[in-house]
């Protein structure tokens, strides 16, 4: 059977698209978008230009993905780090990018049924970057289709962090520690994805082979793509071929390879 190819795909998304099985599709993907300044170095540009530009590739790649029906994608737009670490110049210009993204997006987030969400130390950006964010969650929580969620002032540390003192708080509520329950579950439960389920898939561009404080916790099993392309060139079709390398991978989550398997029971009975 003729697999049936997504409403809006472009003639090179759809042809890589073909090759995928639509039944694998990675549940989540998470993506570090990297090589903004060095895209625009390339072109004698300053670094807030590949910032710039970097906003159609966000375009791209959320519809793409919503429109081949990827339930949860997640956006490293930038870390705690970035914002103690770069010049406030290009802090500032970053916020004033996100929030008119955030203006601008909202009908298309809306035309494709996407739910906006966000995680990272939030109460720490500037208040009107906190509403103009509060409006675009709100304005956008009905939908049913792809959860995109923004990584702003998001370090995966600080969220382990967070998630002690969250605990120690739950406890402090409920009786002390002795009476609380903490195993993997309950972890995942503080932190600041318990919205989604792990990343299966964490995509890297521009080549750098690193997480950068990036989920660290919910990465633990995910299959990890790196592609020298850097943000700014990156759009839909990238992501698609990003899926089918997914695809060619086998996951084994410390067990055995299949084949190996058949024999290991084999030899077990
Ligand atoms: C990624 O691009 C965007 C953010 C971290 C906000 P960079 O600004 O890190 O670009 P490079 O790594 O310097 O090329
Ligand atoms: C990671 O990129 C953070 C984001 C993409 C938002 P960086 O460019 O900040 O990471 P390093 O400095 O290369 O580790
Ligand atoms: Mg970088």
């Not at 675009?136 to 003192?165: C, H, K, P, W």
Request: proline letters at 5%; charged letters at 25%; glycine letters at 6%.
């Amino acid at each position: 059977m003729q697999a049936t190819i997504p409403a809006g795909l472009d003639r090179k998304e759809a042809e890589v698209y073909l090759r995928l099985d639509p039944n694998r599709l990675p549940k989540h993907i998470a993506i570090i978008m990297d090589g903004n300044g060095r895209w625009a170095k390339r072109r004698h540009l300053p670094r807030v230009a590949g910032h710039r530009a970097g906003v159609a590739s966000v375009r791209s790649t959320v519809e793409t993905a919503a429109r081949v029906k990827i339930p949860s994608l997640t956006l490293y737009a930038f870390s705690e780090e970035n914002w103690k670490k770069r010049p406030k110049s290009e802090v500032d210009f970053l916020m004033g990018l996100l929030c008119r993204y955030l203006k601008q997006e909202v009908p298309t987030l809306n035309k494709n049924n996407i739910r906006l969400e966000y995680i990272g130390r939030l109460h720490e950006l500037p208040p009107v970057v906190q509403k103009k964010m509060e409006e675009a969650r709100q304005a956008t929580s009905t939908n049913t289709g792809m959860v995109l969620t923004l990584a702003l002032n998001y370090s995966a540390r600080s969220e382990i962090v967070d998630a002690f003192r969250s605990i120690v708080d739950a406890a402090a509520r409920n009786g002390g520690l002795d009476h609380m329950e903490i195993d993997e579950e309950s972890v995942s439960r503080h932190l600041y994805t318990r919205h989604l389920p792990d990343p299966d898939l964490v995509i890297r561009t521009s080549g750098e082979m690193r997480l950068s404080n990036f989920l660290l916790w919910q990465l633990a099993y995910a299959e990890i793509y790196v592609t020298p392309t850097l943000w700014p060139e990156f759009r839909g079709v990238h992501l698609l071929e990003g899926i089918a390398e997914y695809q060619k991978r086998e996951r084994r989550y410390g067990g055995l390879a299949d084949h190996d398997h058949h024999h290991a029971s084999k030899a077990r009975s």
